[in-house]
């Protein structure tokens, strides 16, 4: 059985802050890991992807992955009140795609 | 990029009844879809996979014969509550992962999530 573990928070920073989300998996063949943005009552959307070990920056946000410690992180730099939200980690097996608990974060304007 | 139309988006039944969701995909094939239910401050939970033309997979736990879930075309699967009960009551939400390149197989493009409340 696959496990995918985040901390639930609640995680608040400031406005303008950087907000550090952390997540680990089980799963030794994953290959591929996501971060989904969810608001309230509203589907998760597609944040980053990340598929190598290493950062990746898109914009405000930067995805962190190492295979070895099995550890994918996001950060968001110069936080905004709009980024508040559930954050989802994601992770890629052969068969399916299984979801942290998510991690919610306010952004204190 | 991709999109999934998911109806309806909200539904309110009596209990006993049975409530159909569909999912499709608009601009592409879709050889996998997802159902995932979600109840209030908890993440989405993988009830089925279903690959188009085969039988659902269902995760332990999820009752087939309850949650009946058909995906006869590689644009549209159906979730079916049959019988449904207030505890039946979440947020349902199917994914579609497309064929194609590499990167294309590995994302997951969301439906916009069926609110069911059964009284």
């Known amino acids: 059985q696959k496990e995918v573990e985040q901390n639930s928070g609640p995680l608040s920073v400031p406005e303008g802050a950087i907000a550090s989300l952390n997540c680990t998996y089980s799963d030794r063949v994953s290959q591929s890991f996501f971060w989904y943005r969810q608001y309230s009552g509203k589907s998760p959307e597609l944040i980053m992807s990340?598929?190598?070990?290493g950062d990746k920056e898109d914009g405000r946000f930067t995805a962190q992955l190492n295979k070895a410690s099995q550890y994918v992180s996001l950060l968001i730099r110069d936080s905004q009140p709009s980024d508040s939200a559930t954050y989802l980690c994601a992770v890629n097996g052969p068969d399916d795609m299984r979801f942290g608990a998510g991690t919610r974060l306010t952004v204190k304007p | 990029g991709a999109v999934v139309s998911q109806h309806p988006s909200r539904v309110i039944c009596k209990s006993g009844t049975s409530v159909k969701i569909e999912c499709r995909s608009l601009d592409f094939q879709a050889t996998t879809m997802f159902w995932y239910r979600q109840f209030p401050k908890q993440s989405l939970m993988l009830m089925a996979t279903?690959?188009?033309?085969?039988?659902?997979?269902?995760e332990q736990g999820v009752e087939k014969d309850k949650f009946l879930i058909n995906h006869a075309s590689l644009t549209l699967s159906t979730l079916t509550v049959t019988s449904a009960h207030p505890e039946d009551s979440s947020f349902y939400i199917c994914?579609?992962?497309?064929?194609?390149?590499?990167?294309?197989?590995?994302?997951?493009?969301f439906g916009s999530g069926t609110q069911l409340s059964v009284l």
């Open positions: 994914s579609a992962r497309g064929q194609g390149a590499f990167l294309f197989n590995e994302k997951l493009f």
């Open positions: 990340i598929y190598s070990n």
């Open positions: 279903s690959n188009e033309g085969s039988k659902a997979t269902y």
